[in-house]
């Protein structure tokens, strides 16, 4: 049976570190991951519970705030449960195994210090030259190996075949 879950989603409030009685660090966050658009392009977003334990729970509590880009691999876990008035309360989270940045570090200092504009278009790439187009200059020319100090070997000549001495496979 497999149960693995891949998310990439920003987080909705910075993340909650705490530790157990027995010293181990653990550390809940919310994640909001964006549904495709619908056909009236209304935007839409489902709202994930995460848990980090040990050295995961300390990574995410150090290095990632409200709206940065997450992108968590780990397993969804089923937290049933009955509240003091017999009332049965079901709930889903991801336990957090392993955890990357989902930007860069310089579009989330622009995101949150306010470098970027709002509405301003995040930057795409955009290649320097078009496809069938002579590659740059430098790229041009003959390859040549630099010289090491020691005496460089004359290339192979390809110019004649030797002769041909017969099948090499027939027994003489």
């Not at 489902?46 to 997450?70: H, L, P, Q």
């Not at 989902?102 to 579009?107: D, F, I, L, Q």
């Amino acid at each position: 049976m497999l149960n693995r879950v891949i998310l990439m989603g920003r987080l909705c409030a910075d993340p909650e570190f705490r530790q157990t009685q027995s010293n181990i660090p653990v550390c809940r966050f919310r994640i909001a991951v964006n549904r495709p658009k619908s056909k009236d392009g209304n935007q839409e977003a489902d709202f994930i519970n995460c848990t980090a334990w040990r050295g995961t729970a300390e990574f995410v509590s150090r290095y990632f705030s409200k709206g940065s880009m997450i992108i968590i691999e780990g397993q969804l876990r089923n937290n049933d449960y009955t509240d003091n008035n017999g009332v049965k309360h079901y709930s889903m989270d991801v336990l957090a195994e392993s955890v990357e940045f989902g930007e860069s570090k310089n579009a989330q200092n622009a995101q949150n210090g306010g470098a970027a504009q709002q509405g301003q278009a995040p930057q795409q790439y955009q290649p320097q030259q078009q496809y069938g187009a002579a590659p740059p200059q430098q790229y041009q020319q003959p390859y040549q190996q630099p010289y090491n100090g020691y005496p460089q070997p004359a290339p192979p000549q390809f110019d004649t075949l030797p002769p041909p001495t017969g099948n090499p496979y027939q027994p003489r």
